[in-house]
Nanobody
């Protein structure tokens, strides 16, 4: 099982980026995936979550609701995180992780994930 996050970069405030979490070792339809981020000097926090294809549950941190969209790209066996209206406070290293089953409200808990990708850095600055 491997997850690989990519797509980070430098973007101006108000801009957009799409992160990709490429999955290998299992079909992206079959497992729930979460996105987390860690800003400099802060603890890692949960950003978004997508359940299995059969459950279709989506969750977002309050600070990104209406700006971020999580989705599944079956052609690439990947989970995407579309980020619009980016703010300087969105600057962080972003990680994706595979959940231990369907999490519901526990989606924010790091211990509920058993495989992590390396991070991709997103910098929002003018």
């Amino acid at each position: 099982v491997q997850l690989q996050a990519s797509g980070g970069g430098l973007v101006q405030p108000g801009g957009s980026l799409t992160l990709s979490c490429a999955v290998s070792g299992f079909p992206v339809d079959d497992d729930a995936i979460g996105w987390f981020r860690q800003a400099p000097g802060k603890e890692r926090e949960a950003v978004s979550y997508i359940s299995t294809a059969g459950s279709s549950s989506l969750y977002y941190h309050d600070s990104v609701k209406g700006r971020f969209t999580i989705s599944r790209d079956r052609s690439k066996n990947a989970i995407l995180l579309r980020m619009d209206s980016l703010k300087p406070e969105d600057t962080a290293v972003y990680y994706c992780a595979r959940a231990r089953g369907l999490l519901g409200r526990r989606w924010v808990l790091e211990d509920m994930y058993d495989a992590w990708g390396q991070g991709t850095l997103v910098t929002v600055s003018s």
